[in-house]
């Protein structure tokens, strides 16, 4: 599955942004999809993720400001990302795990996804 993720930007503080994470396939619906985050010098970090196209999980820190939502229609996952703070600047990465066999304590963990997007950068200024 190729994944193409869209909408990063540069936005102040307390602002918004929503990402888009186009996919292909036609068993989309099925797919575990996941956001993560990289800033420099740190390792890819978990935002969000949908498991078993219903259960929504999220990071500690994002938790009540960013929103995972999906359009199986449209073959696509958002990220709606609210109240930004300077610590959320970093490339954000859509992935999925196509093979419906990821476990719940998976998750979080980035080498459990077989497909990954290229990257979109957000910049928070303070």
């Known amino acids: 599955v190729q994944l193409q993720a869209s909408g990063g930007g540069l936005v102040q503080a307390g602002g918004s942004l929503r990402l888009s994470c186009a996919a292909s396939?036609?068993?989309?619906?099925?797919?575990?999809i996941g956001w993560f985050r990289q800033a420099p010098g740190n390792e890819r970090a978990f935002v969000a993720a949908f498991w078993r196209s219903s259960g929504v999980y999220y990071a500690d820190s994002v938790k009540g400001r960013f929103t995972i939502s999906r359009d199986n229609a449209k073959n696509t996952v958002y990220l709606s990302m609210n109240s930004l703070k300077p610590e959320d600047t970093a490339v954000y990465y859509c992935?999925?795990?196509?093979?419906?066999?990821?476990?719940?304590?998976?998750?979080?963990?980035?080498?459990?996804?077989?497909?990954w997007g290229q990257g979109t950068q957000v910049t928070v200024s303070s």
């Open positions: 396939g036609r068993t989309f619906s099925k797919y575990n």
């Open positions: 992935a999925a795990e196509t093979g419906g066999r990821m476990i719940l304590s998976s998750v979080t963990n980035p080498s459990a996804y077989n497909s």
